[in-house]
């Protein structure tokens, strides 16, 4: 099956600083990587995500980039601020499959 | 939470005791799924629904069975809990169809078991 592996496992940015959180899979066949941030005490939300059509996806301070070839994702975070501090979580999956495969997330924190 | 309750959100069992955590959507999507989550090990997959009676494993399924008898409804039940499955769950939806479409998570019930 599908292995993601997420790094670091912590962050810590100054304010008005860039994040950048890394992922790669396994499985050539994976073709939707979304992201989620996880606040303390709350479930997962889905904070953007791609497909393997795309190489990039931007959100305002947020993106996202693909590579396909070498099998990896990351989550770009610019101008950060205090309350990007949370677990992100990146994950794998495609559309013949049933699962979503998770890394093991990402603690940022951002220094004010 | 994209109309996702969990019931309960807190729990504290002994071991050796049946347990019921129960997912209620209110929308009648199709794929439903049970994760649990532990520190070091993000979330993985417990078992997930693609409609009623219909239900298949995940990667961490042992110990655990599921129950969907009506579309808004999944459960999730430990026969006979035991310490090893202290762990927050997450019941998560898929809207849109399976995987490689976006899920979106409930709450999260938080599991002791003594």
């Known amino acids: 099956g599908e292995n993601v592996e997420q790094h670091p496992s912590t962050l810590s940015v100054q304010e008005g600083d860039s994040a950048v959180i890394k992922c790669t899979y396994s499985d050539s066949a994976s073709n939707y990587f979304p992201w989620y941030k996880q606040e303390l005490g709350k479930g997962p939300q889905l904070i953007i995500d791609i497909r393997s059509n795309v190489g990039e996806k931007k959100d305002q301070r947020i993106a996202v980039t693909l590579n396909k070839t070498a099998k990896h994702f990351s989550l770009h975070i610019t101008e950060t601020q205090p309350e990007d501090s949370a677990v992100y979580f990146c994950a794998a999956s495609h559309n013949t499959g049933n699962q979503f495969y998770f890394g093991t997330g990402t603690s940022l924190t951002v220094i004010p | ?11 504290v069992t002994e071991t050796g005791t049946p347990v019921t955590l129960r997912c209620h959507q209110t929308e009648n999507h ?62 998560a939806i898929t809207p849109s169809g399976g995987a490689g479409e976006t899920q979106y998570f409930g709450p999260g019930t938080r599991l002791l078991v003594l």
């Open chain 2, 30 to 91: 199709r794929y439903m799924y049970w994760y649990r989550q532990d520190p070091g090990h993000g979330l993985r997959l417990i078992h997930y629904s693609y409609g009623v009676k219909d239900t298949d494993k995940g990667e961490v399924s042992d110990g655990y069975s599921v129950s969907r008898s009506k579309t808004e409804d999944f459960l999730l039940t430990l026969e006979s809990a035991t310490s090893s499955q202290t762990s927050v769950y997450f019941c």
């Open chain 2, 1 to 11: 939470d994209a109309g996702i309750t969990q019931s309960p959100r807190h729990k």
